[in-house]
């Protein structure tokens, strides 16, 4: 049963600060904890803050085992006095924030680092895609199907057999976010995509094309959360995070499900942020695969289900007559996935967009964000979504 007005209390007087992306390599032979660590080093020196001021660490990584964050504690030399390990994949990053800012505003601690980071060495990818779960060790490995593209391309297919969506309308998505990559100083794939490349380039799983995936990487993204007093006395630019919200295993019975939970928690979302939809300057959805992208913008209310790519041309995404920027990065498909860093993606571009240090691509006149995850994808559905809304912060 909904509880009406449960996210009406919004993250009051907590802001996001020191967005840091650690730059993303096609292969390395270095640990995942290189990457969670530059990331630390970097967030830091960014807000001027030694060390010692970092009293709580959040970490998301598929890769990082054995290790756990309060190892990495150990490794990094700080001492913490919250620690927390999300694991949900592309939902991570938002609800590692989520968790961050209430465990700020009860005084658990004064400033958190949020990273997520992966590496990504050849030989122990598909040992790892192997592994992903006791599901897919049981249900699907035994039978030849390893990773998300199988999965991915039944959904996409679901999609396109009930709302009549053809592939060029996913190919509009991949080209548009390209086109933002070709601006975006960090991303992987920069190069020009055509419609005819599109649609031409070779199967992976049928009806997914090479475009329509995301390359794996290794890389990591991180925020810190705090309190805006502390943020202010830093001298530090900051968002304000005015909600945010987390639903999982929404889709419970579904043969093959086509809505993942975001629809269940939208209003009260917005009511707590105190804007709609059509007031969303800039959009950022995790975008593993283009299906993906348009069942986020559905179900966040940005039109109407079935109805996304109808609003999408290869420059611009227009719900309702209104330019939106959506995935002002280039998102995975064009910027790479470096794990579960990928969940954190959204969050650090819209938090450099507003604030004005946006890395080549800088948007003029926006004041606010909505950034959505999702994660942790079984053979016929992801189990974790999650959203939040974050405003410019006029100082």
Known sequence: ???????????????????????????????????????????????????????????????????????????????????????????????????????????????????????????????????????????????????????????????????????????????????????????????????????SARPVAEPLGLFDCVMPCAGAEGVLVMQEGRAQALGVPYVRLLASAERHNASRGMAMPLTFGWRDFRDDLYHAASLRPEAMDIVQVYDDYPVMALLQLEELGLCQVGQASRFLTEDSFIPQGRVVHLNTSGGQLSAGQAGFAGGFMGLTEAVRQLTDQALGNQLAEVRNALISGFGMINYNRGLCAAAAIIERAEL
Not at 37 to 55: F, I, Q, V
Not at 129 to 146: A, E, K, M, W
């Open 1 to 199: 049963m909904k509880v009406a007005g449960k996210l009406q209390r919004s993250h009051q007087d907590i802001v996001l600060a020191s967005p840091v992306s650690v730059p993303y390599k096609r292969k390395t032979e270095q640990p995942a904890s290189y990457f969670i660590g530059t990331a630390l080093r970097e967030m830091l020196a960014a807000a001027g803050l030694e060390k010692p001021e970092c009293d709580g660490l959040m970490v998301s990584s598929y890769s990082l085992a054995p290790d756990t964050v309060v190892s990495l504690a150990e490794t990094f030399d700080i001492s913490l006095n919250w620690a927390e390990q999300v694991q949900l994949g592309g939902a991570s990053g938002i609800v590692g924030v989520r968790r961050a800012a209430r465990a700020v505003a009860a005084g658990d601690a004064e400033v958190i680092a949020c990273i997520g980071g992966d590496t990504f060495i050849p030989d122990q990818f598909a040992g790892l895609l192997g592994r992903f779960s006791n599901f897919t060790i049981d249900g699907v490995t035994p039978y030849g199907c390893g990773g998300a593209s199988v999965p991915f391309a039944m959904l996409t297919r679901a999609y396109m057999e009930t709302y009549a969506v053809a592939r060029e309308d996913f190919g509009r998505l991949c080209i548009l976010q390209r086109k933002n990559a070709q601006v975006y100083q960090q991303a992987l794939l920069r190069e020009s995509l055509t419609m005819e490349a599109y649609l």
